[in-house]
């Protein structure tokens, strides 16, 4: 049952990724990534990982989503406009993916060629875990982080700050 529901909540968060890519209205591209984040959230789960699944659904899918809409509706970006694709990239470009894909699994195969899941094994997901690895070996990167996040919002901000004027 395991393997049943992390095979369908994976394929959720390939099909919903994949829509945040070729999604033309802003909206509509953050709502799939709602989609990617529960998926995450859902295997988490899967993996016995309960408080980093209810921080993934909190932090990400509430507060950052949260964060991603207030910012395109203050830019009031509208739908993407339709461009031409060029011949050579519709040609070679389902070729060239599939190709990716392949060398990707050879290598994932050659390099890890016995790690296994072992669904609800992972014993690391507990909230004094989580904040001893955040708050002493990656306290750098969650600063800086943070920092990247004000910045955009300040950018987001002045831009439309400009469009108003």
Known sequence: MDVILFL????????????????????????????????????????????????????????????????????????EGKRGRSFMASLLGVPLLIALLGLLAYFVQRVFPSARVHFGGFRGGTPRDVGLALFTTYLLPFEITSLLILIAIIGAVVLARKEMD
């Open 8 to 79: 369908l909540f994976a394929v959720i968060a390939v099909v919903c990724a994949i829509n945040v890519v070729v999604q033309t209205h802003p909206i509509s591209s953050a709502l799939s990534l709602v989609g990617v984040m529960g998926s995450l959230a859902v295997l988490y789960l899967l993996l016995g990982a309960e408080f980093i699944a209810a921080a993934q659904l909190i932090v990400y899918a509430g507060a950052i989503m949260v964060l991603f809409v207030f910012v395109i509706m203050l830019l009031n970006a509208g739908a």
